[in-house]
């Protein structure tokens, strides 16, 4: 899907104006529908706007069941993008104007949603949306199972009271890899998925289920690197974790260990999933107020930058339960729901790189530390000689005090 890798320009595809006497911008951008501004008649786009589209818009949904989830898509033009919502969802839709040429669409119903994502694919549009609600899995924790027990026999154990397992992993200690009676998992939706609480044999093993705890990660999209919302809803220019160029992380022409690493979401000389970023943090303390560091600590007082965040809205847990690995999850990550980042998405050689930053800055301070130390022990040295100098001197007045008396 992804032929237009071409790489040369490297510079961020939000701020980057794209005028049709532009012809010399990249593929990528060119691509992209909706990317271009027509040259012909330029007011063809107001003419529309103004029209037949803002009153009718607004056809509130009348709470049916759940609204299927937003989409958010780049749009320097919006008559294509009106027509193709009209073909589709009628005039049951609505159209926010965000920051950045980016507007929010929300449709009503499933159905348009569907149609409206694979017709926006079709046309190789920069958007991303979630996981439909529908779609989305059940998760729970089993607790007293045994370790070692097969995962396919809990699966057929659970299949015969009813519930599809979609995913089962064994959660195991962070540090030891030691298997816990605990899994993690997964339900096909619904409508008797709670009823999975009551269940306390399972294959004569006295066992319980619990809800999972609250996850507080942020997702990452492994294509844009974008946080929010994850690949697999996400049709947006690729962006490489470790050199920010437009590529696939996995066609990165960059082999191995590069000086030039440089982030997608702050432009900084780290990879893309470093949990350090500025952006990911100031979108922690955004998200997550509870865990706002104290006042006086390293984090409490982050400047503001100049980068667009992919979150618009509390949408984010959709793109959060979406983010379902093979592998094993460790106890840790199942009690704070993190999910560890997908290892490919970050090459093993710039993993240590924030580290290695990090460390070296520690190596400079505590060198200019022993200095301080050094030159304040010869300062004590120096005194130290005074003093005992001193002292000599005044033994020789004593002694010479003392054989002046005796004689
Ligand atoms: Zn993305
Ligand atoms: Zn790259
Ligand atoms: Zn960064």
Redesign the pocket.
Known sequence: MDTNLS?ANESSKKRKIISPTNSQTDSEEQDKWLSNVPVNNPYSILQNLSGDTTEDNITTSINLPPKPPPIYIEARVIEPLMELLKDIANNNFTIKQLKNSEVKIQVNTSDDYRKLTSALKEKNANFYTYQLKKDRSYKVVLRGMHPSMATGIIIDELKKLNHQVRQINNITKSVTKEPLPLFFIELEPNVNNKEIYKINRLYNMIVSFEPPKAKRDIPQCLRCQSYGHTKNYCNRTPA??????K?W?S????IGKINNVKCSNCQGNHPASYKGCLVRKQLQQKLFPKLRHKPGTPNSNLNPLNVTYTNHNNNTSEGIHSNIGTRNKTFAEIVRNQVRKDPAALPEDTNFAPTLIELKNLLITSTKNSEVITSMLLQQTQLLTQQSQQINKMLELLSLMLINNNK
């Open positions: 790489e490489c974790v470790k050199c920010a160029g590529h992380t066609s990165c022409p960059y």
